[in-house]
């Protein structure tokens, strides 16, 4: 295995296999893991989350109550999140053609969660570039810490009242709160009154509750899954809470835990989490009584699914996203060949990993740079663990951790956002650990 720390050098490579501690490492509610311990306030851990390790692989089974003769018929040459029907108990708002397979994502299995986001991907609202000892500047080019989070993106363009305006006209009469609110870069509608704050609320009844609701003139909510919760956490607010602009726009959010309605892959007693305090992504057994999980609903139907295609490019692996137009390096730094099968793992700390992405010459193309918290996220599938992608698409895929360009932004000298492939988690890392590197760049 090959591991840099940062020195001054360019590394130019289409290269990347290290063993992680097993995913409980990271599921907590700190940024400490195996190689890491934070410095931080963040004590409080999630020890209620799993209590073995995700050695197995998702089967890719329809579980829905129709027969796959009629599932495969309907979905047959469809493209991923294209609706479909099926009859279900309890009925779900919610029916997308999946893999060729009419599924209805909070089944309570991972075969029925979705292959990725189904909307345009939202930013981080991260707005500032750090050292490891100051904010600075954001550097150009190949300079050190350039490629942050805060270079790229709708936030480097707009304010967030360009993305949330506020739905006036469905107010809360006691609260004065706006009952919804549309986010313009996702098409997600928010519940943001009435969100159920009940003490040990499970999974199933979470799931239900947002299915049979009534709200704001809508019948037709849903649980969010964990790509659309992920979506409205704000990882540029320097507090431990993370949810977007508590001020203005989710005036009545609480800064704790939210259920999704993505089954873990290989438990499906657990289901993932978003914590709107820390901002963790973390899984939780789905009868949970040792943390208060809350629900907040969503609504919106998938108006166009995320097409992910592989393909080489002068013996390179490249993924190309046209929704989001971002092409992805296909290997993990440090393999190399179309079936990424040759080389070593790469891993380096925050500012190596900046680096290695702003020096790579990869693919015929120069301009890559390391993703963000939300970029890297995208491309979890959380129907498979061990690792937890598409390996079709990124063959040989390390399960460990690789880094974002997204520093913790009430530590940001200290800590970075890391996605972790074992599993899926989302998850802080000291910058100055290792963690693997997948680079990305703008296709437009």
């Not at 499906?268 to 009868?287: E, I």
Request: aromatic share 12%; net charge negative.
């Amino acid at each position: 295995m090959m591991r840099i720390h940062f020195v001054l050098m360019v590394i130019v490579c289409g290269c990347a296999d290290l063993h992680l501690p097993d995913a409980q490492a990271f599921d907590t509610d700190t940024s400490t893991d195996d190689t890491n311990v934070s410095n931080t306030d963040d004590t409080e851990t999630d020890t209620a989350t799993q209590d073995s390790t995700d050695t197995q692989s998702d089967t890719g089974m329809d579980t829905a109550t129709q027969d796959d003769t009629e599932t495969d018929t309907q979905c047959r040459g469809l493209a991923d999140f294209s609706p479909c029907a099926l009859t279900t108990t309890p009925e779900y708002p919610l029916d997308i053609c999946v893999d060729g397979h009419c599924v209805s994502p909070g089944c309570d299995d991972a075969s029925c969660n979705p292959p990725g986001p189904h909307f345009p991907l939202a930013d981080t609202y991260m707005r500032v570039c750090y050292s490891d000892v100051e904010s600075i500047s954001c550097p150009l080019d190949d300079s050190p810490f350039a490629g942050q989070d805060a270079q790229h993106g709708w936030d480097v363009t707009h304010t967030i009242d360009q993305r949330f305006p506020v739905d006036t006209d469905t107010g809360d009469t006691e609260t004065a709160a706006p009952a919804t609110v549309t986010d313009l870069v996702t098409g997600l509608m928010w519940q943001t009154t009435g969100i159920w704050y009940e003490p040990w609320v499970f999974w199933e009844d979470a799931r239900n509750r947002c299915s049979d609701l009534y709200h704001a003139g809508y019948n037709d909510w849903r649980l969010p899954d964990v790509y659309e919760l992920m979506s409205i956490v704000n990882l540029g607010r320097p507090s431990y809470v993370y949810m977007f602009d508590a001020a203005y726009v989710f005036t009545t959010f609480r800064a704790d835990r939210f259920w999704t309605s993505t089954t873990q892959s290989g438990q499906s007693d657990f289901a993932w989490t978003v914590n709107f305090q820390y901002g963790h992504v973390v899984p939780l057994a789905k009868s949970n009584t040792y943390y208060d999980v809350y629900a907040v609903c969503v609504r919106s139907m998938p108006t166009s699914g995320r097409t992910l295609t592989g393909s080489n490019v002068s013996g390179e692996r490249i993924v190309t996203d046209s929704t989001n137009q971002l092409t992805w390096q296909g290997c993990a730094a440090g393999l190399a060949a179309e079936d990424c099968a040759q080389g070593t793992i790469l891993e380096a700390n925050w500012e190596g990993a900046l680096l290695y992405c702003a020096t790579l010459d990869f693919a015929g193309h120069t301009d890559w740079r390391l993703p963000d918290a939300v970029e890297l996220a995208s491309i979890v599938d959380y129907r498979f663990n061990d690792p937890s992608i598409q390996s079709d698409l990124f063959p040989q895929t390390p399960p460990l951790p690789f880094w974002t360009s997204t520093a913790r932004a009430l530590f940001p000298y200290e800590e970075g956002w890391i996605v972790d492939f074992s599993s899926g988690h989302r998850t802080l890392r000291d910058k100055s650990a290792d963690g693997a590197i997948r680079c990305v760049r703008d296709d437009l």
